[in-house]
Antibody, heavy 118, light 107 residues
């Protein structure tokens, strides 16, 4: 059974940093692109970033470029999102998702809440 | 960026009804479109990929169609568990973008 479990969310002040983690199991992690998708409270879904199987390609939404860094450790079956210079508008539930072969997101974690507030 | 526009934003329907949700892309995306269902407090669930392919385990009352810029998600006979919010997502180019969502409510 595919499982994705996020951790690392919490309350952080504007300008602060946070590192999210996603532990994957039930599939060959190193064979899939992986993504982070977020959802602000009461709002829709926003794709944040994704990373190729070997980490050689990474893509970001413009609003996080230069502030967020996606990475992975295939030996640990883990995906990460380093978030720096956080802003109030980054407040959201952050989901880890597996990229399906149709360039969709076929499995999702339960999400971790990041709140940026003073 | 490709903008995805869903209509309607919300719809009320009854159990057994047939419901259609539309999604329009601001430029052609071939068949690179997915549909998701999300219930309150839960992660989204993939229903349809490549515009019309049913994800494994999803009931056959869900179907998708379209290509280019115009797409539809149809639920042939609504069941109580189908009341949720539905999102389309383009997979043609980066950044991946979602529609604003369609809330399906019980009439």
């Amino acid at each position: 059974e595919v499982q994705l479990v996020e951790s690392g969310g919490g309350l952080v002040q504007p300008g602060g940093s946070l590192r999210l983690s996603c532990a994957a199991s039930g599939f060959t992690f190193s064979s899939y692109w992986m993504s982070w998708v977020r959802q602000a409270p009461g709002k829709g879904l926003e794709w944040v970033a994704n990373i190729k199987q070997d980490g050689s390609e990474k893509y970001y939404v413009d609003s996080v470029k230069g502030r967020f860094t996606i990475s992975r450790d295939n030996a640990k079956n883990s995906l990460y999102l380093q978030m720096n210079s956080l802003r109030a508008e980054d407040t959201a539930v952050y989901y880890c998702a597996r990229d399906g072969y149709g360039e969709d997101f076929d499995y999702w974690g339960q999400g971790t809440l990041v709140t940026v507030s003073s | 960026d490709i903008q995805m526009t869903q209509s309607p934003s919300s719809v009320s329907a009854s159990v057994g009804d047939r419901v259609t949700i539309t999604c329009r892309a601001s430029q052609g995306i071939s068949s690179w479109l997915a549909w998701y269902q999300q219930k309150p407090g839960k992660a989204p669930k993939l229903l349809i990929y490549a515009a019309s392919s049913l994800q494994s385990g999803v009931p056959s009352r869900f179907s998708g169609s379209g290509s280019g810029t115009d797409f539809t998600l149809t639920i042939s006979s609504l069941q109580p568990e189908d009341f949720a919010t539905y999102y389309c997502q383009q997979a043609n180019s980066f950044p991946r973008t979602f529609g604003q969502g369609t809330r399906l409510e019980i009439k």
